[in-house]
Structures are given as structure tokens and as C-alpha cells.
């Protein structure tokens, strides 16, 4: 056998093993975190995490909520109001659809949050009664509304805060949820809108992450 042919074979086992490496990875489901795939779902990881004011808050049954309490889950923060015409009814539906085809070893590490840019309407007992709608362990929260204004600016997911003079006012607000990682800081963002499918492919994929 010629050095040429060596060589050849050399390089035809190696590409077989790294190609048999590859597929064992696929097949027990530890391929490589893809930022790639995860864009392609709409989640936008930032450069460098950011952390995230440390507010407190009340949630849906009253009790206080410091923001560094999200710790130990990756979280899925969303700012809307119970009173939403449009875009508030369809994202918790649809969160509700991707949690129940997620596998439980991610339904783990996960939890969905609503913070209310409505305060002045959704009581402790209106945000409980409206998240029961959809998931009852959906956790909602509710603050000032310069609290709330603090938080979504550092988020960068901005609202308009309403005039609530008048009757049956809007809030104009974003569809993107906040990323935050299980060390409580700010990892990304999901933009809206959401695919229920590639998002049931791709959020296991991050939330094994640490």
C-alpha cells in the first residue's frame, strides 16, 4: 500500500468516527447547544448575560416576590395585563400549548412569567383568576408601575404605561418574553411571534443549559 493510500484510509476511519460519534450524540439527545437552531426559533441569546433590578413585587396570591427569587429555573417573563383584547390571551395559550408538549425534564426547569403593566386593574386575585384560565402554575406579578417601567427597560421589552382615566384603556405593550437564566440573570429574548413547534424542538435544548 502506497503512503497515498495510507493516508486515505486514515482520514476514511476518522471521518467514519466523527461521523459515528455524531449520530450516537442524536440518538441519546446530547447534541451541542446551536445558537443557530435556537435563532431559528426565534430565541436570540444576548453576548453577555445582564442582571436584572432587584425589585420586589406581589404575586397571584399575595405574597412578595423579590425578582432574585426566580433563581434556580430558567424563566419565560412576559409583560401584559389581565384585560389584553388581543395579544395577552394568544401568548398564554400558546405557552400553554408548548408546556404540554414539552418533556417533563424541561417542564422542570421551567416556569412562565406574567408581570402586569396593568397594575391599576389586576389585583393579586384578578391576575389569579386570569393566569387559572390558562395554567395554574403560571405565576403572576404585579408592582408599581414605575417598579414595572424600571424592569421592562432593563428587559428591553419597553411599554407605554396607560392613561387609566379613561374608560376601557389599552396598554400598549410587547409580545416578546425575557429569557432569564437560572442564576437570575437575563439571558436572551423569544420574539414574537412564536412557532409552537420549533419552540417544543429548541427550548429543551436551552433549558439544560445552566
Known sequence: MTRMQKTLVVLIALVGL???LAVNRILNGNSEFNPAELADAGIILLPQSRAVPGLRMTNQDGQPVALDQLQGKWSLLFFGYTYCPDICPTTLAQLRQIK???????LQRLQVVLVSVDPERDTTQQLKQYLGYFDKNFIGLRGSIADTQTLANALSIPFIPADTSKPGYTVDHSGNLAVIGPDGRQRGFIRAPFSTQK???????????D
Not at 404540554?100 to 424541561?106: D, G, I, M, Y
Open 199 to 209: 419552540l417544543v424542538a429548541r427550548l429543551p435544548q436551552l433549558v439544560k443549559r
Open 18 to 20: 466523527i461521523g459515528g
Open 100 to 106: 404540554s408538549q414539552l418533556p417533563e425534564a424541561t
